[in-house]
Structures are given as structure tokens and as C-alpha cells.
């Protein structure tokens, strides 16, 4: 299992389904890979930590390499992919940049700007199966069984499909 912790102003969209997507450095510690369990925190290392889901599966892992420039302004590798304005900012609106109404591409930049030239990982999971909003054991035990599943195929050698 693989946690991260997120600040508040992102905690809400984690807890609602949606941020399904975190950008983390490469740091010393390995993320996540499809198939690992994720436990998504708020407020770890605090009184205030709490769990904002049960345990969700990795669905995707990919490389992400970004910096800004005078001449280029944001240049951002998606793996082997270099993202274009649009892409660029979808990708930080579906990070959790922009939803208060203000501009997600400035924002986003901002948030990373002080870790140029930025090398990491890009990790995500599917969201929760939420009845009612109330997650139930039947929740818990479709976010156990995704898991199995995906370290059965792992065991096959059929994991790397799920490789971006």
C-alpha cells in the first residue's frame, strides 16, 4: 500500500470523486504502480488526519517531466508525450486546479513553479463506487477484489498493459 496526503484545498475533490489523479516528485520513496493500493489522507502527521476513502486500486503510473521558460513558457511530458495548451490544462483541471473559478493553468503553474525543472509521476485511481453517497462494505469489497484482480494479472505478466 502507497499513501499520500493532501493538502485541504484538494481534500473536497479527492473526497467527491473528483480528483482522481495526483502529480508527485520522484523522491525517495517508489509510488505507487497499477494494481497497489492507495490510501488517500488529509492532514497526516496531525490530530486532524483522516482517511478521505477506503483503499483504491492504482490504475495508472505515468512519467511526468515539466518546466517554464521565458521563450517556451510551460513545456510538459506526459511519458514519452509532450502535451499541448488544451492537454495542459485539462490535465491540471483534473488535478484540482481551477475549480474555485480561477484560471487552472495559472494556478497549477504557481503550485509547481518552485520546483522547476519538475520530474515525477503522475498517479491515478478510479473512483470509489459511492451509493447514496455512504460507502458501504459492498465498496470496500469492490476496491478489494479490483486490487486481486489486478495483482493476478501482474502474476501472469499481463500488467503491463496497464502501463501508459
Given at each position: ?56 486500486p492504482c490504475i495508472g503510473a505515468t512519467p511526468v517531466e515539466m518546466d517554464v521558460t521565458p521563450h517556451t513558457g510551460l513545456s510538459l511530458f506526459l511519458g514519452d508525450t509532450a502535451l499541448e495548451l488544451p492537454a495542459i490544462i485539462d490535465l491540471a483541471k483534473a488535478d484540482g ?68
Open positions: 500500500m502507497v499513501a499520500y496526503n493532501f493538502k485541504a484545498q484538494f481534500a473536497p475533490l479527492v473526497q467527491a470523486g473528483q480528483k482522481l489523479q495526483t502529480i508527485r516528485a520522484l523522491g525517495k520513496r517508489r509510488h505507487a504502480r497499477p494494481g497497489d493500493a492507495l490510501q488517500l489522507y488529509t492532514g497526516m502527521r496531525t490530530k486532524g488526519c483522516r482517511k478521505l476513502m477506503p483503499d483504491i486546479f481551477g475549480h474555485d473559478g480561477s484560471d487552472p493553468l495559472d494556478q497549477f503553474i504557481r503550485f509547481f513553479e518552485a520546483r522547476m525543472p519538475f520530474k515525477g509521476v503522475l498517479i491515478e485511481w478510479q473512483p470509489p463506487r459511492v451509493t447514496e453517497g455512504v460507502l458501504t462494505q459492498q465498496d470496500f469489497d469492490w476496491a478489494d477484489g479490483v486490487i486481486e484482480s489486478l495483482k493476478a494479472m501482474d502474476q501472469l505478466g499481463e500488467r503491463q498493459l496497464l502501463y501508459k
